[in-house]
């Protein structure tokens, strides 16, 4: 009889999840399966879709030189900005967990750009910052140093726009540093007494006891990354020389530039396939990590 | 040396450090605040941080924009995209988290997962679709792609945090509650509604800066000046500008800004609280 009634009332819990039901089938199930619809078709947007096979994608790695352009890019970009962000959250973290006074200061003062790092006035700013006659290289020039091409060189460019993103390590670090509270004090204790040193410490008790946070957050940023889009268009525009034309810009061009839908969308399901690759090789990472933490040392 | 000296050197080098890179990440935005009131040829004239004669026709003649379109136009659109869209999150979402945390039903641990995996889902791969039906519903060119998605709770990553916190509240709570006569509705409503501020705010917060800053979506779902949001309108002064107003542009910049700084300041505490509850974006 408690159970009959107990279920009737938890049966209601499908009227209150119904919203995100509904969500969920409109904007995000049926985008998914159209997307991988129309990157089997050609269709710019006025006409109707016309089936044409994996045209779409035998077009872009056989002759779409911009694609392999963007993608590299994109890699590079990742790859460049993505474990420098993490390891500095990381690194400011552990310093701010040493008992800090005036640690809510510090970080509220490494939050900010975290903040507003997406949006386009910051963008503005990092262009006058870094362009030729910019602030950064004044500052050079004021120690005696000379400029630095920071956005007109392709050498430099992608770094400049990565150091944007490294600038915004403030939300991984919040992240770092409710793990790293969670971490028992008494662990740090026995390992004093066993005469282990800080980097040992480090990497023996505290790395492994955050692993969870830390896996979450590079697959978090792993996957904004791959997307990132604002910093290249406004600060660069994927220039010069296409060498920060990143993945988004070469998705925005071909969707809301020449409206080729289908060809569009074939390219955000590569990417789509490419994020989910680097993920399962994440979680098999994850994984093997993990069980070290639970059957290891201690 | 004792070793309680080397603990205080080791202090002070630390602040020391930590110091320092404070002022490396705020350097560039309060840079950004002074260089509003300097003169054009003062921007890129010297590395002094404070303007030697101050101005103020930057933001004058900024807020007239370009075109005909001025910055109060401007941030008018700027509400009417970002205000209900937060609100429609933050209820929505916290709808959703009260059907997680408090009722046990078939499926509900698959669907939750399925919720918590739309986290990774990236939207690259939606925004096609989304656009040539929104296209289809003549919805383009108004601020409707950002507000109605926002009814319907697609944003895991506030249900999340509200199950969490709902999960906080006694349960003892709704069975004093059902005993007294309210249907479940009521108790969300009237006794656990208002102990999820905290959780509601600090959604709400992010949800703002967010949209307020959202400037991928602003670029393709809105094309026509007099509905430009800021981040779009920015963009455009940037064009347009080119060489010649540099202390408008940043002045423009700096003022669409604001908002967020004095909601981050005046809230700072949900805000942490938000960021540990789950992931963060960005």
């Not at chain 1, 500052?139 to 005696?144: C, D, F, I, V």
Request: hydrophobic residues 50%; contains cysteine.
């Amino acid at each position: 009889m408690n159970k009959v009634k107990y279920t009737k009332r938890g049966n209601m819990g499908y009227l209150y999840i119904f919203p995100w039901i509904l969500g969920f089938l409109i904007f995000q199930l049926y985008p998914l399966g159209a997307s991988l619809y129309y990157s089997f078709t050609e269709y710019n947007i006025t006409g109707t879709p016309t089936f044409v096979g994996f045209k779409n994608y035998i077009t872009m790695f056989s002759s779409d030189l911009l694609f392999y352009t963007s993608l590299g890019n994109t890699l590079k970009y990742v790859f460049l900005s993505l474990p420098m962000k993490i390891i500095t959250a990381l690194i400011v973290a552990v310093i701010l967990n040493q008992k800090l006074k005036g640690i809510n200061f510090y970080r509220t003062v490494y939050y900010i750009p975290s903040i507003f790092g997406g949006s386009v006035a910051i963008s503005i700013l990092w262009r006058f910052l870094f362009m030729d006659g910019g602030l950064v290289n004044r500052m050079l020039n004021g120690l005696g140093m000379t400029s630095v091409p920071w956005l007109s060189s392709p050498n430099y460019s992608l770094f400049t726009l990565s150091l944007l993103s490294v600038w915004q390590f403030g939300s991984s670090m919040v992240l770092f540093l409710a793990a790293l509270k969670q971490v028992p004090e008494d662990l740090y204790e026995a390992a004093l007494i066993d005469g282990a040193g800080a980097v040992r410490m480090f990497f023996k008790i505290t790395l492994p006891m955050i692993t969870s946070v830390l896996f979450f957050n590079i697959l978090m940023q792993l996957v904004n990354a791959f997307q990132d889009f604002t910093g290249a268009f406004v600060i660069t525009n994927g220039g010069p020389l296409n060498s920060t034309y990143l993945y988004a810009l070469k998705l925005y061009d071909e969707a809301f530039k020449y409206f080729k839908m289908g060809y569009a969308s074939a390219l955000s399901w590569v990417l789509f396939v490419i994020i989910l690759i680097f993920t399962a090789i994440f979680f098999r990472f994850s994984e093997a990590a993990t069980y070290y933490e639970d059957g290891g040392d201690f | 040396m004792s070793g309680k000296e080397k603990k205080y050197i080791l202090t002070f080098i630390t602040h020391l450090a930590m110091i320092l890179i404070g002022i490396v990440m705020l350097y560039p935005l309060i840079w950004m605040l002074f260089s509003a009131f300097k003169t054009n040829a003062e921007i890129f004239g010297s590395t002094a941080l404070l303007p030697a004669e101050p101005v103020w026709d930057s933001f004058i003649k900024g807020w007239k924009g370009t075109g005909k379109v001025t910055y109060t136009q401007f941030y008018i659109n700027t509400f009417k995209l970002v205000i209900p869209t937060v609100l429609f999150t933050v209820f929505s979402c916290s709808f959703v988290a009260y059907g997680f945390a408090r009722f046990r039903f078939r499926g509900k641990k698959i669907l939750f997962m399925l919720m918590i995996s739309t986290l990774m889902l990236p939207n690259s791969v939606l925004i096609i679709p989304r656009y040539i039906l929104y296209n289809k519903l003549g919805w383009l060119n108004s601020y409707l792609p950002f507000t109605i998605p926002a009814l319907f709770a697609c944003y895991p990553f506030f249900i999340y945090m509200m199950v969490q916190f709902f999960r906080g509240l006694p349960i003892a709570l709704d069975e004093a509650a059902s005993i007294d006569g309210c249907n479940t509705f009521q108790v969300y409503w009237t006794i656990l509604l208002p102990l999820t501020k905290p959780a509601l705010f600090s959604a709400a917060i992010f949800q703002f800066i967010w949209t307020w800053n959202d400037f991928f979506n602003s670029l393709i779902y809105i094309n026509s000046v007099r509905k430009f949001p800021i981040v779009l309108a920015l963009r455009m002064s940037l064009d347009a500008t080119a060489a010649a107003n540099w202390n408008q542009v940043l002045a423009m910049s700096v003022l669409s800004l604001l908002p967020g700084t004095i909601l981050f300041f005046s809230a700072q505490k949900y805000f942490v609280e938000g960021v540990s509850a789950g992931s963060v974006k960005g």
